[in-house]
């Protein structure tokens, strides 16, 4: 088991920043996959950026340029800075990490809302 607790989510103008925060009850040795999705009303979740096996680091194209994943090893803690932030951004932001040789098995935390006003 995996318990994901994120935290930094908020209310923000659109050009802001906010920087989310999840904390792992595992180290992150032990998982194959931590990063961030999100989910708008009436939207399908989707993954925004993430670590993978190998150390590979990847976003969505709509937030390229503008946010940046980040982990602390020794705090099992992984990060999501968001910069200039859009309307569009507008979400509740899901923290996941898979574990398994393959990420076979999924972990969620409780999510957390960001909201950006134009």
């Known amino acids: 088991q995996v318990q994901l607790v994120e935290s930094g989510g908020g209310l923000v103008q659109a050009g802001g920043s906010l920087r989310l925060s999840c904390a792992s009850s595992r180290n992150f040795g032990s998982i194959t996959f931590i990063g961030w999705y999100r989910q708008a009303p009436g939207k399908q979740r989707e993954l925004v950026a993430a670590?993978?096996?190998?150390?590979?680091?990847n976003y969505v194209d709509s937030v390229k340029e503008r946010f940046t994943i980040s982990k602390d090893d020794a705090k099992n803690t992984v990060y999501l800075q968001m910069d200039s932030l859009k309307p569009e951004d507008t979400a509740v932001y899901y923290c996941?990490?898979?574990?398994?040789?393959?990420?076979?098995?999924?972990?969620w935390g409780q999510g957390t809302q960001v909201t950006v006003s134009s």
């Open positions: 996941n990490a898979k574990t398994g040789t393959y990420g076979q098995r999924d972990f």
């Open positions: 670590f993978s096996s190998g150390g590979r680091i």
